[in-house]
């Protein structure tokens, strides 16, 4: 059962690209970003405690690709978004 004070979490799959903008997402740490950030999801999903409407993704920069830098993790960004913020960012 969804709350009405709650946005459900969009379906995002992975490997779509995600342009959040200052305000929309957060550290683990709950601080508000303050900057754009652009990324590649791996996951999504978790409801962040402390920050109702608020969902975890975890993903990849897009520098993760060069060859250059190859990033052998899983993901290597974890953020908080905000459902609505989420949603928007999936459809632009």
Same mark, same amino acid.
């Given at each position: 059962?969804?709350?009405?004070?709650?946005?459900?979490?969009?379906? @995002?799959?992975? +490997?779509? !690209?995600?342009?959040?903008?200052? $305000?929309?997402?957060?550290?683990?740490? /709950?601080?508000?970003?303050? @900057?754009?950030? +652009?990324? !590649?999801?791996?996951?999504?999903? $978790?409801?962040?405690?402390?920050?109702? /409407?608020?969902?975890?993704?975890?993903?990849?920069?897009?520098?993760?690709?060069?060859?250059?830098?190859?990033?052998?993790?899983?993901?290597?960004?974890?953020?908080?978004?905000?459902?609505?913020?989420?949603?928007?960012?999936?459809?632009?």
């Amino acid at each position: 059962m969804v709350t009405p004070d709650v946005p459900e979490t969009p379906q @995002v799959p992975a +490997d779509t !690209r995600l342009s959040l903008r200052a $305000g929309e997402w957060a550290t683990h740490l /709950g601080q508000l970003g303050t @900057v754009y950030l +652009d990324l !590649r999801t791996v996951d999504v999903g $978790g409801q962040s405690e402390g920050l109702d /409407g608020w969902v975890w993704v975890r993903a990849h920069t897009p520098e993760c690709r060069w060859e250059s830098v190859a990033c052998a993790r899983d993901w290597c960004v974890k953020v908080a978004v905000r459902a609505e913020a989420l949603y928007d960012a999936a459809n632009r």
